[in-house]
């Protein structure tokens, strides 16, 4: 889980494209939006489920306020962890499920509730229909059997296409606002989002927010809604979708991509680097590695006959890499040109931390790499027996690269494995400012 990118955004559209026209335009609404009627209080939702999102495009329909969405994935903190405010009950724990506010009082689970509870895609929307909109079928009456039937299957189908396009996204919590982690910024208050379910960099964000368990607000504006008069007045102008207002930190914004750079920054310990990086990553390291170490000293000069050049220059190099790897509590060796080095940097500059970069060249390849660079990677290989770039050094120690090593940058951050002061000194100001749920 990471910032989305430019293919993120494609298979985003192309999931709203299978899912066409449903959650795009506000149509059989029978209540005037200022009419007040039942409250949705609570949705409990995971934002790539093939019924959590037929209740969204309802939703989106409809032009309905969702008071509440509540990301309810596995290791949410609305399954998992007992003390939250939304914590589910052990019966009815599937979702969709969504709270109706009324003066009725239900029993579930031994308690008592105010409020009517719903469960299912089909009883949600059932219900929908009846108290906002049309409970007749979308389907036109001279439409022949076949014909509604391959309806019928393309709207089962077109679901589970939306699902593989974005599979791996908005169906779990990310490991930087895991609930196993007590230092991860929660907001007090809910978020706002506008948005509605068919635009693509709507679900982008909603994917983000499921995935740091952010409760929010969710309010519909979809084409021929009239609450985009509200948000044009609120936004300056612009019924834009998606728009975040954060009532914790004062801030409004739109642009899909602003707003997750905003979430990651504020209500996660960091922001991950790139799934397809690390996916390649995975691949190719275990591959190359014991090429790399072969490459290493050869390109330093222990081909040649007099090896004692090759031995003096090596010991020289790693005089060097110890004094630079004491010389701050951060340190790594990187290359300019590398885009695992890159991720690497922008990952330590988005969690806070004070680190020393230094840089070995342009690449490994010969002509690239500075001078002195092919020694000290040849020193960095004899002392941790790690060629590759980056290399991190915490507090003198190696921890490897960005995605494996000893263990490395990201499974360190994500077992809790790297330094707390330095995590804490990074959140501190958030934590201060933000708080948690009252």
């Not at 989106?60 to 994935?73: G, H, M, N, Q």
């Not at 579930?108 to 929908?128: P, R």
């Not at 960091?270 to 090429?291: A, Q, R, Y």
Request: charged fraction near 25%; glycine fraction near 8%; aromatic fraction near 6%.
């Amino acid at each position: 889980m990471s910032v989305p990118d430019p293919l993120d955004t494609l298979t985003s559209g192309l999931a709203s494209i299978v899912r066409l026209p449903k959650g795009v335009t506000v149509s059989g609404v029978t209540n005037d939006i200022k009419t007040p009627g039942p409250r949705l209080v609570e949705l409990y939702d995971v934002e790539n489920d093939v019924d959590c999102r037929k209740v969204r495009e309802r939703i989106s329909e409809l032009d309905l306020i969702v008071e509440r969405v509540i990301p309810a994935t596995e290791n949410s903190r609305a399954r998992t962890d007992p003390n939250s405010e939304f914590h589910l009950p052990e019966i009815g724990m599937s979702v969709p499920r969504l709270v109706i506010q009324n003066d009725l009082l239900v029993e579930e689970d031994n308690q008592f509730m105010k409020g009517q509870v719903f469960v299912g895609a089909e009883d949600i929307i059932q219900y929908l229909n009846q108290k906002f909109g049309s409970d007749e079928k979308v389907i036109n009456d001279d439409v022949d059997d076949i014909k509604e039937k391959a309806l019928v299957l393309w709207d089962q189908v077109g679901g589970y296409l939306a699902l593989l396009l974005r599979v791996g996204r908005g169906t779990s919590v990310c490991s930087a606002a895991s609930a196993t982690l007590s230092s991860v910024p929660r907001p007090a208050q809910p978020l706002v989002l506008y948005s509605y379910e068919g635009n693509q960099f709507c679900r982008l964000v909603r994917e983000v927010l499921t995935e740091l368990d952010i409760v929010y607000e969710l309010r519909s504006a979809g084409k021929q809604s009239p609450r985009r008069e509200e948000l044009a007045s609120i936004s300056g102008g612009s019924s834009q979708c998606p728009y975040l207002m954060d009532p914790n930190t004062s801030t409004n914004m739109r642009e899909s991509a602003d707003i997750i750079r905003y979430l990651y920054k504020t209500y996660a310990l960091w922001t991950p680097p790139s799934e397809l990086l690390g996916t390649v990553s995975n691949i190719i390291t275990p591959i190359l590695k014991p090429v790399y170490e072969k490459l290493a000293p050869l390109q330093a000069g222990s081909y040649q006959e007099d090896k004692s050049q090759y031995e003096l220059e090596l010991a020289k190099a790693k005089s060097q890499v110890e004094a630079e790897i004491t010389s701050a509590p951060v340190v790594v060796y990187t290359y300019k040109l590398s885009p695992f080095c890159t991720e690497a940097t922008e990952l330590l500059d988005n969690l806070g931390v004070s680190y020393k970069e230094i840089s070995l060249g342009l690449e490994w390849i010969p002509g690239l790499i500075a001078k002195g660079g092919s020694a000290k990677r040849a020193a960095l290989g004899d002392m941790t027996g790690q060629t590759s770039l980056p290399h991190f050094f915490v507090e003198g120690k190696s921890i490897g690269g960005l995605y494996s090593g000893n263990p490395g940058l990201v499974p360190s951050l994500e077992q809790g494995a790297f330094p707390t002061s330095t995590l804490e000194a990074a959140t501190s100001d958030t934590l201060t400012s933000i708080g948690g749920f009252e």
